[in-house]
């Protein structure tokens, strides 16, 4: 599950590798759930309490692993949430609590469910006129769809109107991350002018409100020029996205992608040991975090510099890797190995390896949609092959394809790329003036590129780029050299300090002597004095002894009285034959129980005044399921922190957890049907805890109202949630949930430790 990434999306261009990542960084806050934890329990404003809840529950949803139990919990502090929205009818709520629903349920694997909450939620954002939460379900309906050519329309099409409901609504940074991934959409469609638009407005949105984190606007610019052919000024914004991610101290995955795309402008301007440089880089942060997507991309990048280095066992290495590692599972990256390998050996001229690929290729070609970003390194290929075999009956459909391909995207490079296999097909074919056309057009579009003003623009650029590195480097070293200067300086006024010191220490010892003396007569009274003392230690500590065997013994036999009780009454019930008679002794039974069960820990403990309720919530559980002789219908889910309770609040905590499971067990899952029973014991701040008991039975029946029960076991936890101090609060809505809030006992001082949360 994940972070501060939501789900990472990539789509992979063919020979280039372009890995184009969504992060997930959409304006969230960055909470964790013990400081949510701290707010909660202080919070008084019902409004905040909501808010609280939901922010929670996303914490849960995207903590790492996708676990079940943390998936339960977002659900449960989600339905508090929705429940409390509903309760004071705040649609702003009820509409996050029913788009969060749609989240967790697509985390769990039920995609058809989310996809039903996410269009509820939206419905009732629409209903209630809330633009913000309209967007933010469009922007969640755009994750069902897949990266290829249909799903990115849809995408895009979800992540305009997502831009427009921002913007009315006034929400400025939401509005400029919202075109940021609307560029991006419309970079992977092809259409790059536009993408230059969207992300150009996002980055002047994000500038007025002092938006710092614009490395992923600079690197989705410096992509689409690259795509362009503009690598003056794909450089340019590529390496402004490292210097301001490095300047911000980002480590993540987004900076991986910055380094990869540099190391790709240098390729296309062949240069192959700056392109490496910075894919080692790119390498060294995704083996970090362990991204077969990122390591797959990165490691066939480089496998394409190697080929181009005549280093052909080095790129034949690197596929390996792949294959064995980070095997391909997307249609791009199942492409892109078999491109990698057929110019690998066209490069080797070991034509015979390379047939099987390129037919693969072929089939590949033949699949794709005509306005696929693949086909223009299919065609390269495609046309490559072509002209080695002397295949001129066909080769001239592709060289046109491409040439028209290239024209529309505006990228010269390739287009000059294609222009020189125009002029081999040519010449080969003997149509010399047609081979002479295009080669003159080779040169032109080839010098457009690689003219002197744009290279010294480049090289300027990274001068510039490592410059500010160095300068940053000399400010550091500066910080040390005013720190060392600071530290000898210390060293100096110690040193003097300590001179002095000495000097007085002198003059003390002559009069700590003269006084010796003295001390020596009144020593002789000092050890006879310590001698009673002694004594008297003693003394205590053996009565304190006694006292602590007394203690556990009293703790023994009122276990072992209440054990007695438990059989007497088991005994009596063999003598009834009214059924309620029997239900009210085996309550009692269990009541008593949980009573011995302290005593019980209290004797075998090292400490005589607290008992640890982590220890004892599951132990009494045991119990419970092995009284009702549970089959495997009903579950239980226990989450305790370390909470130590003196016996006159863990007494009566233990009889509300028995009142509450029993009644769970009883009466919650009529007809043996499954369900869940969760109980949390938490610590809220240094001197509060809550107790929730939870189930997903059938709860209470409709229109039931609380005022009016009057069962015993309700009536028990009441009481003894006011004998607690706390407070007792029941909702009902798919099944039964407890919340019982109450403040520690502090009078023995036995809970002042610092609070230290789960």
């Not at 949430?81 to 702003?92: D, G, M, P």
């Not at 419905?123 to 309209?134: D, G, I, M, R, T």
Request: proline letters at 1%; charged letters at 25%; glycine letters at 4%.
């Amino acid at each position: 599950m994940k972070i501060s990434f939501c789900k990472t999306q990539k789509r992979i261009i063919i020979l280039t590798g372009l890995l184009f990542t969504i992060l997930s960084a959409r304006s969230q806050r960055h909470d964790n759930i013990t400081e949510l934890r701290k707010n909660l329990a202080v919070a008084s404003d019902v409004k905040m309490q909501i808010d609280l809840y939901l922010r929670l529950s996303e914490q849960y949803l995207n903590k790492p692993g996708e676990l079940k139990a943390d998936l339960d919990s977002a659900m449960l502090l989600k339905n508090i949430a929705l429940n409390l929205s509903r309760k004071e009818s705040l649609e702003a709520g009820e509409a996050r609590a029913l788009l969060l629903d749609g989240k967790i349920r697509n985390e769990a694997g039920d995609k058809k469910k989310a996809q039903a909450s996410v269009a509820a939620a939206l419905v009732f954002a629409q209903k209630h006129k809330l633009l913000v939460e309209q967007a933010q379900c469009y922007e969640a309906e755009a994750q069902f769809y897949d990266n290829e050519n249909e799903g990115i329309a849809h995408k895009l099409q979800l992540e305009e109107k997502a831009t427009r409901l921002y913007h009315e609504a006034g929400d400025r940074e939401k509005e400029a991350t919202a075109l940021k991934y609307t560029g991006d959409y419309l970079h992977l469609r092809g259409r790059a002018s536009e993408a230059l638009t969207a992300l150009e407005q996002a980055l002047a949105i994000y500038k007025q409100i002092g938006f710092r984190d614009l490395q992923g606007v600079y690197n989705l610019m410096g992509n689409v020029y690259t795509q362009l052919g503009n690598y003056h000024l794909s450089i340019k914004y590529e390496l402004l996205s490292a210097q301001t991610a490095e300047s911000l101290g980002d480590n993540s995955l987004q900076l991986s992608s910055i380094y990869n795309h540099i190391a790709l402008t240098y390729y296309f301007l062949k240069q192959d040991k700056e392109a490496l440089l910075y894919w080692e880089k790119a390498k060294n942060i995704a083996q970090k975090y362990n991204d077969a997507g990122y390591m797959q991309t990165i490691l066939s990048n480089m496998a394409t510099s190697w080929v181009r280095l005549k280093q052909y066992r080095k790129a034949l290495d690197l596929l390996a890797v792949i294959e064995q590692k980070y095997p391909p599972t997307e249609v791009q990256m199942k492409l892109r190995i078999p491109y990698i390998y057929f110019n690998t050996y066209m490069s080797m001229r070991d034509y015979a390896k390379a047939a099987p690929y390129y037919r693969k290729l072929r089939s590949f070609q033949e699949k794709l949609p005509d306005d696929d970003a693949n086909l223009v390194y299919l065609y390269s290929s495609i046309i490559r092959y072509m002209v080695v075999t002397k295949n001129l009956k066909e080769i001239y459909p592709f060289l046109k394809k491409q040439d028209d391909l290239q024209k529309s995207t505006g990228n010269n490079l390739f287009r000059s790329e294609n222009q020189l296999q125009w002029y081999l097909a040519d010449s080969t074919a003997g149509n010399l003036k047609s081979a002479i056309t295009h080669y003159k057009l080779y040169k032109s579009l080839s010098d457009s590129v690689f003219n002197a003003d744009k290279a010294n623009q480049i090289s300027s650029l990274q001068i510039q780029f490592e410059t500010d590195q160095k300068d940053r480097n000399i400010k550091l070293l500066t910080q040390k050299n005013n720190l060392q200067a600071e530290t000898i300086r210390k060293d100096n006024t110690i040193k003097q300090v300590i001179a002095g010191a000495v000097a007085l220490l002198l003059l003390l010892l002559a009069l700590i002597y003269n006084r010796y003396r003295l001390k020596q007569k009144s020593n002789a009274l000092l050890q006879a004095k310590q001698e009673e003392i002694n004594r008297q230690y003693d003394t205590l500590k053996k009565v304190l002894s006694e006292k602590e065997w007394l203690l556990r013994e009293i703790h023994h036999r009122v276990k072992n009285n209440l054990q007695i009780v438990i059989s007497l009454l088991n005994t009596q019930s063999a003598y009834i034959n009214n059924q309620d008679a029997m239900d009210a002794i085996r309550n009692s039974q269990h009541r008593m129980y949980a009573m011995s069960l302290i005593h019980q820990k209290l004797y075998q403990s090292d400490s005589l005044a607290t008992i640890d309720m982590k220890w004892y919530v599951h132990e009494l559980v045991s119990y419970m399921r092995e009284c009702f002789d549970i089959d495997k219908n009903i579950r239980f889910l226990i989450e305790t922190d370390e909470v130590n309770l003196d016996v006159a609040q863990a007494v009566p905590l233990g009889l509300i957890l028995n009142e509450a499971v029993t009644n769970a067990i009883k009466y919650a899952f009529p007809d043996k049907r499954f369900g869940t029973v969760s109980i949390i014991l938490q610590r809220d701040t240094a001197h509060n805890c809550t107790l929730m008991i939870a189930d997903n039975g059938i709860g209470l029946p409709e229109g039931f109202d609380e005022g009016s029960l009057n069962s015993l076991g309700m009536n028990l936890m009441k009481g003894l949630s006011e004998q607690l101090g706390g407070t007792f609060t029941l909702t009902s809505d798919k099944g039964l949930h407890i919340h019982i809030a109450f403040p520690l006992n502090t009078a023995m001082g036995i809970n002042s430790d610092e609070f230290e949360a789960a």
